[in-house]
């Protein structure tokens, strides 16, 4: 059996879905060729890198926008929220200066701000270092691979018999 050049992927490649009449008869023409099934393999590769690239934008895309409103949602208040903070922590000094005076009840509101602050800080970062990014395009990406490995063994096998 004479080998056949394998012509660059064609444009079509990028898009499994619409590929031609004419790529598919093909196809089903030459199937068990070795010089079809790595054209086929190479096309198929072509189109499955282009999707997983566009999966991952969109991904992006998503993630970004759902982040930004959370964090718009957050802003808006941080104003408001800072303002009442203040006077309830200004009425407090001031009813602890009463009885232990002015330092003592600064020195043990700002100790005890710094304490609650340093323990939100680090329970923040531990959730920050979780966050997995892409996770549903890794995914996927695996689980292609893991076809394509399925799917080449059995033509590669036969191919080696014939």
Not at 107 to 124: D, I, P, Q, Y
Request: charged content about 20%; overall charge positive; glycine content about 8%.
């Amino acid at each position: 059996m004479p080998l056949q050049k394998i012509a660059p992927p064609s444009p079509e490649a990028a898009d499994p879905t619409s590929r031609s009449k004419a790529t598919l008869d093909r196809r089903v023409s030459n199937r068990g060729t070795v010089p079809s099934l790595a054209r086929d393999a190479i096309e198929d590769l072509v189109g499955l890198v282009g999707s997983q690239i566009e999966l991952a934008k969109a991904e992006i895309s998503s993630d970004l926008k759902a982040s930004t409103r959370a964090a718009s949602g957050i802003l808006v208040f941080v104003p408001v929220l800072t303002i009442g903070y203040c006077l309830v922590l200004a009425a407090g000094v001031h009813q602890l200066a009463g009885l232990i005076g002015w330092t003592a009840s600064l020195l043990s509101l700002g100790a005890l701000h710094l304490v609650v602050a340093l323990v939100g800080m680090r329970r923040a970062k531990q959730r920050l270092a979780a966050v997995q990014f892409l996770d549903r395009t890794g995914a996927q990406l695996d689980a292609n691979v893991a076809q394509i490995a399925r799917d080449v063994r059995p033509a590669l096998g036969a191919a080696d018999n014939s």
